[in-house]
T-cell receptor, first 114, second 109 residues
């Protein structure tokens, strides 16, 4: 268990409002990821980070931005939430970049955009 | 088209049965991950394997890199094994994972 927390755990927001989800880890893992999980789809990568101020886009990054100012925190922002962004969001961390390292997942945030 | 496909999508079993979940992938990989998602939503990593077989308790994972196929077996299944099982492959040997859509397993007493 990599000591990963996500906040909030549940959020309901209206279309057009900005939303920020926070991922916090206590294991000093360098690599962090944001995924969304939707019915009929596997987990899909939104953004990832290889270190402080080092972020890049994943396969479904449109409408999302991220920031990582400290090793332990990785923030996901929906600049103007849309109903298509209703989903469960998972943060994950990894110790190293090698493919043999496992990812550790946070508990998830259920976001509903009305 | 999913690059990582699992079968079956849903599986029900009686307690004690032997369970097999399959994962096929089209990307070229050198390792594959199996994860478990509990009914409450939490996701934990079960195995990472690059060849052969790994065993942890009643769970056994096998992989055939040449055939691009992996299986997860559960022996003597128990209701607490009820969960969604997900396989994931690194995308073209990067550290980014492509996930299957999961197999929902329900084990009844």
């Amino acid at each position: 268990d990599a000591g990963i927390t996500q906040s909030p755990r549940h959020k309901v927001t209206e279309t057009g409002t900005p939303v920020t989800l926070r991922c916090h880890q206590t294991e000093n893992h360098r690599y962090m990821y944001w995924y969304r999980q939707d019915p009929g789809h596997g987990l899909r990568l939104i953004h990832y980070s290889y270190g402080v101020k080092d972020t890049d886009k994943g396969e479904v990054s449109d409408g999302y931005s991220v920031s990582r100012s400290k090793t332990e925190d990785f923030l996901l922002t929906l600049e103007s939430a849309t109903s298509s962004q209703t989903s469960v969001y998972f943060c994950a961390t990894k110790l190293g970049t090698e493919i043999t390292y496992e990812q550790y997942f946070g508990p998830g945030t259920r976001l509903t955009v009305t | 088209k999913n690059e990582v496909e699992q079968s079956p999508q849903n599986l029900t079993a009686q307690e004690g049965e032997f369970i097999t979940i399959n994962c096929s992938y089209s990307v070229g990989i050198s390792a594959l991950h199996w994860l478990q998602q509990h009914p409450g939503g939490g996701i934990v990593s079960l195995f990472m394997l690059s060849s052969g077989k790994k065993k942890h308790g009643r769970l056994i994972a096998t992989i055939n890199i040449q055939e691009k196929h992996s299986s997860l077996h559960i022996t003597a299944s128990h209701p607490r094994d009820s969960a969604v099982y997900i396989c994931a492959a690194p995308y073209y040997n990067t550290d980014k994972l492509i996930f299957g859509t999961g197999t929902r397993l329900q084990v009844f007493p």
